[in-house]
């Protein structure tokens, strides 16, 4: 079988960049930058922690390890919010999140050190002690 | 060759949509970036925060006893005392078994949790030094701990203030002739 020069070295190089394209997301490279927190804020003032999966291809976007702000002005804690891991609810979300697009009002990356990176940070050892 | 060519290209071609797949590339982001996780020098951090946390709350529940038994009570004193010192021991049972929550979650045991648990217990009796600094935000499971202390605080507290601002009942009179 023989293979077109113009097919070789334009159609198949195409085809792959636009599949490099839909499964890369460009606001993780390089690859190896470290951990990646994004903060995802919604039109109704929710804003939501987490590993963020962005691709053009879909309507929506997926947040992973999920926490989000909750009302603590009751708590003696002296801060107005408390940051809670998805996951506790009654119907225990499991996979993820989906999160609709036009839903979206900002996307922004967590400083690694600022309060809430450093909150998630002592919860995952949290976990790993008590496991 | 051309032959190999393809199949190097369809080789690549499926690759990548391997990769596209949500299991695999999550599995290969956690493998090449793994998730921050805080040392110990930030957990115990975060634990002395949530300490103040529980000092605050239980001085918060002591002020409002304090505050009920200043005012005129249809209880007498001897049971105003009475009701408040139970009031008080329930409080330091709450912060202890709420010190033991954090213990466990810093992954202290056994001996190491007691000591802690004694050693840190009676420095949360006064929470002035604490009463404004800045707040910690907190990981979900310390906050967790405290938040839960707090709401049996005021549970305890409130019973309390319900016991001695309510009358004793006294027998109704009976219907004499």
């Known amino acids: ?95 993820g999140m989906q999160i609709r697009r036009d839903k979206i009002l900002a996307i922004e990356h967590v400083n690694l050190s600022s309060a809430v990176a450093k909150a998630i940070a002592a919860q995952r050892e949290i976990e790993r002690l008590v496991r | 060759m051309s032959r190999v060519w393809i199949a190097v290209a369809a080789v690549v071609l499926v690759g990548l949509a391997l990769l596209a797949a949500d299991p695999v590339r999550a599995a290969i982001e956690e493998r090449v970036n793994p998730p921050a996780v805080a040392d110990r020098a930030a957990i115990a951090s975060q634990q002395a925060a949530a300490e103040h946390g529980l000092a605050r709350g239980y001085g918060k529940a002591v002020d409002q006893l304090r505050a009920t038994g200043n005012v005129r009570l249809p209880v007498s004193a001897a049971q105003a005392a009475a009701i408040q010192q139970r009031a008080v021991t329930d409080l330091k049972t709450v912060r202890r078994a709420a010190l033991a929550d954090l213990a466990r979650a810093a992954g202290l045991t056994g001996d190491a949790a007691a000591t802690y648990i004694s050693a840190t217990d009676p420095r949360l009796d006064d929470a002035t030094a604490w009463a404004n600094e800045p707040g910690v935000l907190l990981a979900p499971g310390f906050f967790a701990i405290v938040s839960r202390a707090d709401a049996l605080f005021a549970q305890v507290a409130d019973q309390a203030t319900r016991e001695l601002t309510t009358a004793p009942a006294t027998p109704s009179p009976s219907p004499t002739r």
């Open chain 1, 1 to 95: 079988m023989r293979v077109a020069g113009w097919v070789r070295w334009l159609v198949l190089p195409a085809l792959a960049g636009a599949l490099l394209g839909a499964t890369v997301d460009p606001s993780r490279l390089p690859p190896v930058a470290g951990e990646r927190i994004d903060a995802v804020l919604l039109l109704d003032g929710q804003a939501y922690f987490g590993h963020l999966e962005d691709f053009g291809f879909s309507d929506t976007v997926t947040l992973r390890d999920v926490y989000y702000f909750q009302d603590a002005r009751a708590a003696t804690t002296n801060l107005p919010v408390a940051l809670v891991q998805r996951g506790g609810e009654v119907h225990a979300p499991a996979d």
